[in-house]
């Protein structure tokens, strides 16, 4: 029965499957961050753009949205 117990006790696969969880976690956490952060990006790079050529070569563009026809 104590040779069973000190087995348990010395058994560190359960925390090591906890920090890999742990880092798992961080890094989608960072990606969806990054994801969020270049999509912000580009939006104002697309509203730029659709801000500047609105009227131009016969179409429309709302700055809001980013779309125009």
Same mark, same amino acid.
């Given at each position: ?55 131009? !070569? ?5 700055? !809001? ?5």
């Amino acid at each position: 029965m104590t040779k069973i117990l000190k087995q348990f006790r010395d058994d560190e696969s359960g925390a090591a499957m906890v920090e890999y969880s742990i880092l798992v976690g961080i890094i989608a956490g960072a990606a969806i961050l990054a994801i969020l952060a270049i999509g912000g990006w580009v939006t104002g790079r697309f509203t730029g753009l659709c801000g500047k050529l609105d009227g131009k !070569a016969g179409g429309t563009c709302v700055a !809001a949205t980013g779309a125009g026809t």
